[in-house]
Nanobody
């Protein structure tokens, strides 16, 4: 069992930046492909970004491409989501997820473990 904990959310003005972190308690994340998803009020959960086990490959939703960067530090059991040029439409609860599969995925059902989420609010 992998327990994931997100942090770094908060309130920011449009155009600002936040960095989200996802940590695993008691183990390394090097064996897992990782992803970030988000869910806004009244909307379905959507894919944001993903990174392969070794960090060599990344994949982004079109809506965040060029603004968000996913990275990982396996030695510190942490995955990051750097969010720049934030827009009000980025407001959502952000979740990190871990997959035991070996690829890189934008589908939530391919992920086995989920954090509880962190709120990101972008004011206009």
């Amino acid at each position: 069992q992998v327990q994931l904990v997100e942090s770094g959310g908060g309130l920011v003005q449009a155009g600002g930046s936040l960095r989200l972190s996802c940590a695993a308690s008691g183990r390394t994340l090097s064996s897992y492909a990782m992803g970030w998803f988000r869910q806004a009020p009244g909307k379905e959960r959507e894919f944001v970004a993903a990174i392969s086990r070794n960090g060599a490959s990344t994949y982004y939703a079109d809506s965040v491409k060029g603004r968000f960067t996913i990275s990982r530090d396996n030695a510190q059991t942490t995955v990051y989501l750097q969010m720049n040029s934030l827009k009000p439409e980025d407001t959502a609860v952000y979740y990190c997820a871990a997959s035991v599969r070996s690829g890189i995925y934008n589908l939530d059902w391919k992920y086995n473990y989920w954090g509880q989420g962190t709120q990101v609010t972008v004011s206009s």
